[in-house]
């Protein structure tokens, strides 16, 4: 089984571990995008004002934009450790035992404008690009990852459960025919439905914890199910694809 999360804006700073090696990362058939990437974003960080326009932040994002200056040369973390964020703090990897640490490495990958996707124990540096990012010279994200990195994700998935919780834009980097996604939604007194907004990370983040701390390894939605059930969270199989999150 492998669970696909998405990114986060936020990230945590500093770091353990030696600046980043493009080549410690999962799925080495990335290495070239993920090299011209942070090769752009670095030469991007020379000009602020260019930066804050390309990547949409405020006028005190320095910080932001020294961070991908130093992208080669900043110490690295655990991908894990080093997205924050609503899902992050809902999938609480700081109560993980030692074990339970290595079901998440085992079982998690990450979504990322600047290295497709990655698998929670790779080592990165904090940076700044969403997936709608447009870098200046560059095609789309979309059409850079297009060419390697669904092929990518299809050679690491294979014979394997993928539950795709990643948001549509990290989807479109590159997607994965026959993954289970999930949809949450909130149920009022009246039995409507709506999609939810807010709770959406949250619930992921439990699905997600759920998915890490089962001692079994669903095979399909009904396995998936079963799993999320147990963690207390009400579920519905809505497609052989698509699981609901019901909340109230």
């Known amino acids: 089984m492998l669970v696909l999360l998405p990114p986060s804006e936020t990230k945590s700073d500093g770091g353990s571990g030696s600046p980043l090696d493009l080549d410690s990362l999962a799925m080495p058939q990335l290495t070239a995008v993920r090299d ?49 964020g609503v899902l992050y703090d809902a999938l609480d990897v700081a109560r993980f035992t030692k074990a339970q640490r290595a079901k998440a490495e085992a079982r998690l990958g990450i979504g990322s404008a600047l290295f497709g996707v990655i698998r929670a124990g790779d080592p ?84 997600a914890r759920a998915l890490v701390l089962s001692r079994s390894e669903p095979s399909d939605i009904d396995g998936l199910a079963r799993v999320a059930e147990k963690s207390g969270l009400r579920t519905e199989i809505a497609s052989k694809t698509e699981l609901l999150i019901i909340t109230s």
Request: charged content about 20%; aromatic content about 4%; cysteine-free.
């Open 36 to 84: 011209k990437l942070v090769t752009e974003v670095i030469a991007l960080a020379a000009d602020p004002d260019a930066s804050r326009a390309a990547l949409a932040l405020g006028k005190g994002a320095d910080a932001e934009i020294a961070r991908n200056a130093a992208l080669r040369t900043s110490a690295t973390r655990p991908a894990l450790d080093r997205y924050t």
């Open 124 to 207: 990165i540096p904090a940076y700044r690009l969403s997936g709608g990012s447009k870098l200046p010279g560059l095609p789309t994200l979309q059409s850079l990852w297009k060419a390697a990195l669904p092929a990518a994700l299809r050679a690491e998935t294979a014979g394997h459960l993928v539950v795709d919780l990643r948001s549509g834009t990290y989807q479109n980097l590159g997607r994965v025919p026959g993954a289970v996604t999930a949809t949450v939604l909130t149920e009022r007194p009246d039995g409507k439905r709506t999609v939810v907004s807010h709770f959406n990370k949250h619930h992921k983040g439990l699905l």
